[in-house]
């Protein structure tokens, strides 16, 4: 059984996005730059946004941080959201969800302008995903793909059984899975699924992303199957200094033994998922440069 380590090819992407973003720096006098927008105080929000800055400024990024208040409106987040879109020094603009309850994530995801989408989320990019075509591409999907390749996990051919249907993970990971070049058949299975485990039994990779600690049980994983944790649930644990500890969808003790590789819960799709808003905030300002340049002559 082999682990597959999030965490390493997560440095091993940022290592490459940080010389692609000096050359790119160089050419344009300034670095590729993200824009983070908290609303309120959701503890594990909070830790994310941290994570993600901290990232940022490693890779000399620039970054700039908002955080409005669990009583901002609607309004004020559109109105700050408008203001990035129209900033030229700002290649990659991210809404933290979930938002507060009197806001409508929908609505503020579509007036994020498309070409700054670093987390993929806006309907333009989530449909060209759909068609086959170049995007900024939702990035825990992404960093899904991204360690199978680095592992030389191939995909074609295979049984992939996803759980969970979520816009940001179950949906777009179908989507590029059954792409040309992926080939994989790709079942999703739901809330509402019937005989869940003979579905997942027949796979040989399985994708768990509910957010349901545990649900995947070593009985229903066939033996030398590939399974990808994307859960990450915060469970209470007294005996840690924080009072907590993160776990995944999957049993990993009972599961790992029976599998051909895992990833772990932490250090497996997580850190992979930060790495990929960098990569995609690359791509978002070296496209509006290209784009931009394209305009001017
Ligand atoms: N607009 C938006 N974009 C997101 O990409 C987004 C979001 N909203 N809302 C919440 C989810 C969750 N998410 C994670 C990112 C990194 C880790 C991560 O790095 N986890 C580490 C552990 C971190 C820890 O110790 O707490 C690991 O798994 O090893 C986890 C979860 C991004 N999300």
């Given amino acids: 059984m082999q682990v597959l380590s999030g965490k390493d090819v997560a440095m091993s992407v940022l290592e490459h996005v940080r010389k692609e973003a000096v050359i790119f720096g160089e050419k344009y006098g300034r670095m590729p730059s993200i824009a983070v927008i908290l609303v309120g105080e959701d503890p ?13 400024l490693e890779l000399g990024y620039g970054h700039k941080d908002y955080h409005l208040s669990v009583h901002a409106t609607q309004q004020e987040l ?8 129209a900033d030229d020094d700002v290649d990659g603009i991210l809404v933290q969800m979930p938002l507060p309850p009197h806001m409508d994530e929908n609505c503020v995801i579509d007036t994020i302008d498309p070409a700054k989408d670093v987390d993929g989320f806006h309907p333009v990019n989530a449909g060209k995903i759909l068609l086959g075509r ?6 825990t999907p992404k960093g899904v793909l991204r360690i199978m390749d680095h592992y030389g996990i191939r995909t074609a051919g295979k049984d992939v059984v996803i759980i969970g249907r979520s816009s940001i993970v179950g949906k777009p990971m179908a989507a590029l899975l059954m792409q040309k070049g992926r080939d994989a058949t790709v079942t ?3 809330s509402c699924t019937l005989g869940l485990k003979e579905h997942v039994r027949r796979a040989d990779i399985i994708i768990a992303a509910v957010g349901h600690p545990h649900m995947i049980t070593a009985d229903m ?4 199957a590939v399974v990808i944790d994307v859960g990450i649930t915060r469970v209470t644990d007294l005996t840690k200094k924080k009072g907590w500890r993160l776990v995944g969808d999957v049993d990993y003790d009972n599961v790992a033994p029976r599998t051909s590789a895992i ?4 250090g497996g799709v997580g850190p992979m998922t930060i790495a990929m808003l960098m990569e995609n ?8 440069k290209r784009e931009q340049k394209g305009e001017n002559a």
């Fill in 44 to 56: 594990a929000s909070q830790t994310y946004v941290a994570a993600k800055k901290k990232s940022a």
């Fill in 281 to 288: 905030t690359l791509q978002a300002a070296q496209e509006r």
């Fill in 78 to 85: 559109l109105e700050l959201v408008r203001e990035l879109n």
């Fill in 134 to 139: 170049s995007s900024l591409v939702s990035c």
């Fill in 221 to 224: 994983v066939k033996s030398e």
């Fill in 263 to 266: 990833t772990p819960v932490p």
């Fill in 188 to 190: 999703v299975c739901h």
